[in-house]
């Protein structure tokens, strides 16, 4: 058997020592740009702010989804020495950024809910001694754990990112508690500025944005909310699948539909499929090898259409879709300009519809009340979740647990969207986080004493070299259940994988140790330690106030949509704070008042006379010359006839009296 060479394996578990060898001299941000990236110029806005991090000064970027946000910190960061600290909660982007990081040869790690204690262990230390480590990603809640606090004082971290940093503020439309801490990040950090990154921000989330998270000074800097080449429409109709077909086969290229539930996805997309379009269907009850399957397909256009829902699209850069469909409404303008964003990124006429049935605005409504169950059934819900889970009162905080859903709702006789409502209430008063479903490692806990399990090696000695593999791999076995990876103990042991499985299955069976294999299911993430039910407390005035403000974001959704007359981009521009919003000219309302003035019976009678001033004209080459339509041309020299201001000759022309 191999003897662990733990040396060895803290850098070959990790793979990110880049191959780049230092600069003498720093690089300039256009540098980097140009030899990471490949882009000549940055972006407008970038460079100004970059030169503000350069600076080690605060700032607040409110810029539109695709409008380059990540570069705006990994561009600096790889201009000078030291780390930068990015915090996001979603787990699939800080996969993404650091797989497409690595690729470049940059130094980059994750560090969240989904890894074992020893692989996150590994990945911080890399993060403190190794210089060629730019970039942490980790999830708001890894800020408070004892491991991270206890490596930050040995990191040489520059700047703290905050990714989606409307989180922070509790007017926000997605407010985590846990982003409250970064202030916290600061003070152990004193060297490091701080830059908060978000789409969309109304003034009074901004304002809270920097007041949370201890700006010096307040910065913000504003990108163009504006998209000239995107086409906001909204559809009144009744027969969505129709109104979907026609778009899909007039407008040429891929696009994405966005649904509300994952039954909806594998249904849009079959009766696509059926229609002779390519459409893939997308959702988080997915395993991950087939989500990643039918994205590729979709990314190299295999697939022309992606029907899903609201987990797909965060971090894919597709600059080619022409056309993004919500088949039902958002739950707030955020969110919808967020994935109608997605489409266009290319600079190309792209369309944006929102298609409205006759009882959307009232079932949407009736999901929102949903969201929002009563304090104690939340209370009810914590409790069961936590006896499912086998987790003490008192016990369990850091910890991380497989939870299967759809199991623990039979089991509870629950409704699943109860559950996943009252876990979000949970997360936003600090008490738990149910993340989407992803790869799950196996985790075992051994059922026997040291002295116990000494007598059972010597017994049974074909299991012995096995078990001492797994003890000098993963200490606090005999005390509660940890993570292991298995190919580590193959790696180490001399076993197949398979036979690994064998092994642990055995030792089982022998109830020598407990053993639940890797597996693909949401986590469970406790923060603090199980309460009692009778010590769970949620605020009714915060409480309150959450559905208040998700209220009126839901009641702003339903006005854009039903809005009648104004320009679709200057109403969510106007929503985001921008002073004096432009009209599009290109969305639906834009599209119609410009047909309406064009076919206006005085404005082209005004335009006949001064073509009538040039001398007399033909009826026909009047009115191609007109540029409208032949029955508002018509009408309009029919009233300038009746009031003697034009005549007819007897040879078909037009002339002016």
């Known amino acids: 058997m191999k003897t662990p060479n733990f040396s060895l394996f803290f850098v070959t578990f990790v793979g990110m020592k880049s191959s780049a060898t230092p600069h003498t001299e720093a690089p300039t941000a256009g540098e980097v740009l140009k030899k990471y990236w490949g882009f000549e110029r940055f972006r407008p806005l970038q460079e100004e702010v970059i030169r503000e991090v350069l600076a080690g000064r605060d700032a607040l970027v409110l810029m539109p989804t695709g409008g380059g946000k990540s570069l705006i910190y990994q561009v600096p960061t790889l201009t000078r020495e030291g780390l930068t600290i990015v915090i996001t909660p979603l787990i699939a982007l800080m996969k993404d950024q650091v797989d497409r990081l690595r690729a470049k040869g940059i130094g980059a790690v994750a560090v969240h809910a989904g890894l074992s204690p020893r692989q996150i262990d590994i990945a911080l230390d890399n993060c403190a001694y190794d210089k060629q480590m730019r970039f942490l990603y980790i999830a708001p809640e890894r800020i408070a754990s004892e491991t991270l606090q206890l490596r930050l004082r ?76 995107l086409s906001y429409a909204v559809r009144r109709v009744e027969d969505k699948n129709g109104q979907l077909l026609r778009l899909v086969r007039n407008v040429e290229g891929s696009g994405i539909v966005y649904v509300r539930t994952r039954e909806a996805t594998e249904e849009i997309a079959e009766m696509l499929r059926t229609e002779g379009i390519t459409a893939a269907a997308y959702n988080g009850g997915l395993p991950h090898t087939e989500r990643a399957i039918r994205q590729e397909e979709w990314m190299t256009g295999k697939a022309r259409v992606m029907v899903a829902t609201n987990a797909f699209g965060m971090g894919i850069d597709k600059p080619d879709v022409r056309f993004v469909v919500h088949y039902t409404m958002c739950d707030s303008l955020e969110s919808y300009y967020q994935e109608a964003g997605r489409a266009g990124r290319d600079g190309r006429r792209s369309y944006a519809l929102l298609m409205v049935g006759p009882d959307d605005p009232e079932r949407v409504r009736k999901r929102f009340l949903a969201d929002f169950p009563p304090l104690e059934k939340v209370k009810e819900v914590y409790d069961k979740i936590g006896s499912y889970l086998q987790i003490p009162i008192g016990e369990g905080e850091m910890g991380s647990y497989s939870f299967n859903l759809h199991e623990f709702c039979a089991r509870e006789h629950l409704y699943p969207g109860l559950v996943r409502a009252a876990a979000d209430l949970l997360e936003q008063n600090g008490y738990l986080t149910l993340t989407d479903e992803m790869e799950n490692p196996a985790r075992i806990i051994f059922c026997v004493s040291r002295d116990d399990l000494y007598r059972i090696r010597c017994e049974r000695d074909e299991l012995d070299p096995f078990i001492r593999t797994i003890l000098r791999l993963y200490n606090g076995v005999f005390t509660e259940f940890r993570k292991i990876d298995e190919l580590e103990i193959a790696h180490w042991s001399g076993y197949s994988v398979e036979r690994v499985k064998e092994l642990l299955k055995r030792l089982w069976q022998l109830r020598i140790i407990r053993y639940v294999p890797s597996n693909r299911s949401p986590l469970i993430y406790y923060p603090t330690e199980r309460l009692p039910k009778s010590d769970l407390y949620i605020a009714p005035e915060s409480y ?45 309302h834009c599209l119609e008042q410009r047909r309406s003035r064009k076919n206006d019976p005085q404005k082209i009678g005004q335009a006949l006379i001064s073509l009538l001033e040039r001398g007399p004209l033909p009826l026909r080459e009047a009115i191609r010359e007109l540029r409208c339509s032949p029955e508002a041309a018509t009408q309009a020299m029919e009233e300038l006839i009746e009031a003697r201001k034009i005549g007819r000759d007897d040879g078909g022309k037009i002339f002016l009296r």
């Open 154 to 229: 040995k990191m040489n971290v520059r700047l703290i990112a905050v990714d989606e940093a409307h989180c922070i503020s509790q007017w926000g439309y997605d407010f985590r508690p846990a982003y409250r801490h970064i202030a916290d990040l600061r003070e152990r950090c004193p060297e490091a500025s701080v830059l908060a990154l978000t789409a969309s921000a109304t003034d009074v989330v901004a304002n809270d944005i920097m007041e949370n998270l201890h700006f010096d000074e307040k910065r913000i800097f504003r990108g163009d909310f504006s998209r000239p080449n």
């Open 544 to 588: 309150k106030l959450r559905k208040e403000l998700a209220l009126e974001r839901f009641e702003k959704m339903l006005a854009y949509a039903l809005a009648k007359e104004q320009c679709r981009s200057a109403l969510l521009e106007g929503y985001f704070g921008v002073e004096e919003p432009r009209e599009c000219g290109v969305c639906d």
